[in-house]
């Protein structure tokens, strides 16, 4: 394979799996499989981007083509992309390798004709770059920013233009990197990345370390499960619930585990669980590094295998539309739908109903979300208490928004059982 194309050709490989449905972390892991580091940030950084301009990236593309855009085969509009996303945004990458790279993995991938297109319009935004002539962003926010109109409407009408603005500026940058102690203490965490020679700084609400770093595998402490990646929204979310040293906790939706290996060191026996096999692959890994004290097992928590008395606190760490962490997933704004949010809402409730029936009186029922959206959140709890009288709030709700914390955004609400 010629220089510089190994990148290139593993974005272009990422953005075809996420356009048949596979989420952006596995079709990366895949892709970069065998690459040397720079390849792999490089492909990294190129497929993130696509999906985070697309739309600005095809408004520049669609006033070169010279025939109908939406004729254009998605594998040469992926080609497209790439070569734009390097002219536009990456200033350190010479024009001329950005196309050159690029045209080559077209050539490999759709033929000499597919290349000769990808080549002719490439050059053409390469001169209009150097000229200053680039077509002017349409003033459509979605457009603008690269996102589905309809959720952008849906903040328009929750967050206002100026809030909703900076949220989508926001979710077209790249998240931050955070670490969290989980065997270690916050001390040894700090002197293991520091001993490692990494760039760091504390992350934003106080919580973790930001490690400028993409191999993680490699800092000291990992192998023995000394922090555990999760970002510091997710860690306060976690912070602000008052769970006693001592409670049995049941994580009843656990994958990836993260909160379940940090509370399994705060509070004693920890139980985890989730619905899927797959996903419970990814739990028993994070337990078996970095968790005290945790014991697993696969179950729907929505017809929950456990019996009342048996446990002090479940956590519903719900499944959710994740809006408030498209900066650190850049596909999951092209792969989310209003008809999806939907049926999300329908699942936390069957998620909750079940949880409710194990939690003793005096038990606590704690449910958390990564997601902005008031009808997986507030209004999920409000609906939630109105078919559950036993239960009231224990606390003020809490709710991260992005633009304001420098995290990703999140929600979570405390319940506890009187009758």
Request: proline content about 5%; overall charge negative; charged content about 25%.
């Amino acid at each position: 394979m010629a220089a510089g194309t190994a990148a290139r050709n593993a974005a272009f490989t990422i953005l075809c799996r996420v356009g048949e449905g596979d989420r952006f972390e596995n079709a990366l892991e895949l892709a970069v499989d065998g690459l040397q580091e720079t390849d792999r940030r490089l492909a990294h950084e190129i497929a993130a981007g696509v999906l985070r301009q697309r739309e600005a990236l095809d408004h520049q593309i669609n006033g070169l083509l010279t025939a109908d855009p939406q004729r254009l085969k998605p594998e040469l509009r992926d080609l497209l992309r790439i070569g734009a996303y390097q002219l536009i945004h990456l200033d350190r990458v010479p024009h001329y390798a950005a196309l050159s790279a690029t045209v080559e993995v077209a050539k490999m991938v759709e033929g000499q004709r597919a290349a000769g297109l990808v080549n002719a319009v490439l050059r053409r935004l390469a001169a209009a770059a150097d000229a200053g002539e680039m077509a002017e962003p349409t003033s459509e926010l979605a457009a603008k920013h690269s996102h589905p109109s309809w959720l952008v409407e849906r903040w328009l009408d929750r967050f206002g233009p100026e809030n909703t603005e900076a949220l989508l500026e926001h979710n077209n940058r790249r998240a931050p990197l955070t670490l969290q102690a989980a065997r270690a203490t916050v001390d040894e965490l700090w002197q293991l990345v520091a001993s490692a020679g990494v760039a760091f700084r504390e992350a934003p609400l106080g919580r973790g370390l930001t490690v400028e770093t993409s191999q993680i595998g490699a800092l000291p402490g990992y192998d023995r499960g000394a922090f555990i990646v999760q970002d510091a929204a997710q860690a306060w979310l976690l912070d602000s619930i008052s769970i006693p040293e001592g409670a049995i906790v049941w994580d009843c939706c656990a994958a990836p585990g993260g909160k379940a290996a940090v509370l399994s060191h705060r509070v004693g026996h920890v139980l985890a669980s989730d619905v899927r096999p797959d996903r419970m692959r990814v739990l028993r890994d994070t337990v078996t590094r970095a968790a005290s004290d945790v014991s697993l097992f696969l179950a729907d928590a929505s017809v929950p295998p456990l019996q009342p008395g048996l446990i002090d606190v479940v956590m519903v760490d719900a499944p959710c539309s994740g809006t408030g962490t498209m900066a650190r997933h850049p596909d999951a704004r092209w792969r989310l739908s209003e008809g999806y949010v939907g049926r999300l809402v329908e699942r936390q409730i069957a998620i909750l109903n079940g949880a409710a029936s194990v939690v003793p009186n005096g038990g606590s029922l704690v449910y958390l979300t990564c997601s902005l959206e008031r009808e997986e959140n507030e209004q999920q709890v409000d609906r939630f208490l109105d078919r559950h009288p036993e239960y009231r709030r224990v606390q003020d709700d809490v709710f991260i928004f992005p633009t304001v914390s420098g995290t990703d955004g999140g929600y979570a609400a405390h319940m506890r059982r009187v009758a």
